[in-house]
């Protein structure tokens, strides 16, 4: 049995435009070198456009990825992020950009964030590709948000539904 595709929520021309526009602003608030923190699996396909992006602005990118699980099959992150893998090295003074696919609670954005501070980082930056500022339930907020949606299950650009569609060149909503 096939699964229908998604509904097209952001086509990928429209994330490639927002993806260097929020690569311009990063640039000019954080400097030409930071540590590229993409928080595992979600980020991967978003945070690779971005550092390339920054690249081509003259930002010299070391990329050190984490890993948090929140959502697991679930359709919504309820539950507390487990850190299931923290940086290789520590951030003594330097600029982190963490980068995430989506903000949804916030959870995941406090706890990558307090990792970083226990791991030294001088400046903490953060950004994502979808923000649902809805669902939030504490004082998080992404630094730098590609777009802005309600209460929907986004997937595609990184993002998944319980392990799938993660390979999708859009952000697409599953009904």
Same mark, same amino acid.
């Given at each position: 049995?096939?699964?229908? #595709?998604p509904d097209v929520l952001y086509s990928a021309a429209e994330i490639a435009a927002r993806v260097d526009e929020m690569a311009e602003a990063i640039a000019a608030d954080l400097g030409t070198e930071?540590? #590229?923190v993409p928080i595992l699996t979600g980020a991967m396909v978003f945070a690779a456009d971005l550092v390339r992006a920054l690249w081509h602005r003259g930002v010299a990118v070391e990329i050190m990825p984490m890993r948090l699980k929140s959502y697991g099959a679930n359709k919504s992150a309820e539950a507390p992020p487990v850190l299931t893998m923290?940086?290789?090295a520590r951030l003594e003074g330097k600029t982190a950009l963490l980068i995430d696919g989506v903000c949804d609670v916030g959870a995941t954005l406090v706890a990558a964030t307090e990792?970083?501070?226990g791991q030294g980082a001088a400046r903490i930056a953060s950004v994502v590709v979808i923000d649902k500022p809805v669902?939030?339930?504490g004082p998080a907020r992404p630094d730098y948000v590609g777009?802005?949606?309600d209460d929907l299950f986004v997937v595609g650009y990184?993002?998944?539904a319980a392990g799938a569609l993660?390979?999708?060149p859009y952000v697409g909503v599953v009904r």
């Amino acid at each position: 049995m096939t699964t229908p #595709a998604p509904d097209v929520l952001y086509s990928a021309a429209e994330i490639a435009a927002r993806v260097d526009e929020m690569a311009e602003a990063i640039a000019a608030d954080l400097g030409t070198e930071l540590v #590229a923190v993409p928080i595992l699996t979600g980020a991967m396909v978003f945070a690779a456009d971005l550092v390339r992006a920054l690249w081509h602005r003259g930002v010299a990118v070391e990329i050190m990825p984490m890993r948090l699980k929140s959502y697991g099959a679930n359709k919504s992150a309820e539950a507390p992020p487990v850190l299931t893998m923290g940086l290789d090295a520590r951030l003594e003074g330097k600029t982190a950009l963490l980068i995430d696919g989506v903000c949804d609670v916030g959870a995941t954005l406090v706890a990558a964030t307090e990792h970083l501070k226990g791991q030294g980082a001088a400046r903490i930056a953060s950004v994502v590709v979808i923000d649902k500022p809805v669902r939030r339930k504490g004082p998080a907020r992404p630094d730098y948000v590609g777009f802005s949606c309600d209460d929907l299950f986004v997937v595609g650009y990184g993002m998944d539904a319980a392990g799938a569609l993660r390979h999708l060149p859009y952000v697409g909503v599953v009904r």
